[in-house]
């Protein structure tokens, strides 16, 4: 028999969408009728069509719609067809998934490397399958969703891992906790310190010689997500570790990345010693977290978490970097790899163009960063908005209220800018912004046509 009684999900959903309606924060799927470049073509609820600028991809290098991306994805379409069919351990493994392996631990400056669906799917297969009861996972507390969730996951599956969050970018937090941690019992294993390397709603970037500095003290291994640092930090966009001076150059400067590269020395602005608490956010262009050569008394990164989908290419698939040992792990026990589908084949040849043509290509991370600084000065000089600072591609506009950066984004939509409003919960509640972010594909023209577009709002 069929009941008319509306069920308690059904009660509770509307409840939800209903108050998200009122209040103006409903999220609208914007379609894209064109490739992924500096510009698109949209097509509106209406069904018009119009040609905007974007500026909210995290198409950092303009690798998404680049012929050589493109034409190995097609020919390994042809080669291999259009799935795996299988997960990595049965018959998912093609001849592809080690070509591109082998070229992100190039790329990373790590011994291995191994692919995934999302670099979701890669956070969520680390710390599950490296960790055992007593050891202890601690956080930025800004750190990315796929990291909160991945820890909040750890625990169910090893009971008796713990848990430590410290206060964004503040090392006394983070030492602090550390110092919990030795003293604690309980924590018998191994601590855990992971980090972004460029957070994605700030723009900032983290203190990776320092929180190096601590892990050594607390016998800690580092992890970094970099997804957002890959093609941005770094003289040739190798990530915060290139910009820090904490991977080794790639050998044969001028010649291409198969043979196998090209130097990822950084420049120095030196800024002095580290202090033991930093600000994040305010000039991020100096001092503490100014670039730096390579050295080996740098210390390097232990494990890497990372994504094919932003500056590498913009296609999908992530991946972890790091030693054979902790690699071979993953592929014995690690249950999304054990338990779901290979990165389609024609990603994964598509990726491994992105980061080839990113290595052969160095002033392609050049273009960004100019770019990038022409659009900041051009917000802070023109606008009577106030563009958070950092050396990265991602320009937040604080605005306050979720429904503010909402109907912002919709009037920018009116003068062909594709800029998205960002609101609770995916930042605080009173912190909405606009993320704009900048490509390399973009032009000083494009900056002036946001610019001009902001002074109406």
Sequence with gaps: MTTTTASPFAIRTKEILDTLAGAGQTKILQTIDSPMDATV???DEDGSRHERICMCSNNYLGLANHPAVIEAGIEALRTYGAGTASVRFI????????????TIATYMGTEAAYTFVSCWNATEALFPTVCEPGDIIISDELNHACIIDAMRLTPVIKKGVKKGIYKHSDMNSAREILEKAKNNPEITGQIWLIT????????DIANLPELRILCDQYNALLVVDDSHAHGVLGKTGRGTHEHYGMCAPLASPGSSFASPGLPGEV?????????????????QT?????????????????????????????????????????????????????????????VAA????????????????????DITTYCRQQIKSKT????????????????????KAIAMSKQLLEHNIFVI???????????ARLRIQMSAAHTEAHVDQLVEALKKL
Excluded: W
């Excluded at 290419?313 to 290979?342: E, H, K, V, Y």
């Design 267 to 283: 420049s120095r602005s030196d800024g002095g010693g580290l202090p033991s608490s930093t600000s994040p956010a305010s000039s």
């Design 91 to 102: 018959c998912g493994t093609f001849t592809p998934h080690h070509a591109l392996e082998k």
């Design 196 to 203: 972004d390397g460029i957070f994605s709603m700030e723009g």
């Design 384 to 403: 009577d908005f106030e563009v958070l600072d950092s050396p990265t591609a991602i320009c937040p506009i604080i605005v306050g209220p979720t429904e």
């Design 41 to 43: 073509t949209m097509i």
């Design 350 to 369: 598509s990726a491994n163009a992105a980061i080839q043509t990113l290595m052969n290509e160095p002033d392609r991370v050049q273009r960004l960063r």
């Design 286 to 346: 100096e001092g503490v977290f100014a670039p730096r050569p390579y050295s080996p008394e740098n210390g390097t990164v232990d494990i890497f978490t990372g994504t094919l989908g932003k500056g590498l290419g913009g296609g999908a698939g992530g991946f972890i970097a790091a030693s054979q040992q902790l690699i071979d792990l993953i592929i014995q026990r690690g249950r999304p790899t054990l338990f779901s589908n290979a990165l389609p084949v024609t």
């Design 421 to 431: 409003g960002f609101g609770h919960p995916v930042v605080p509640e009173g912190e």
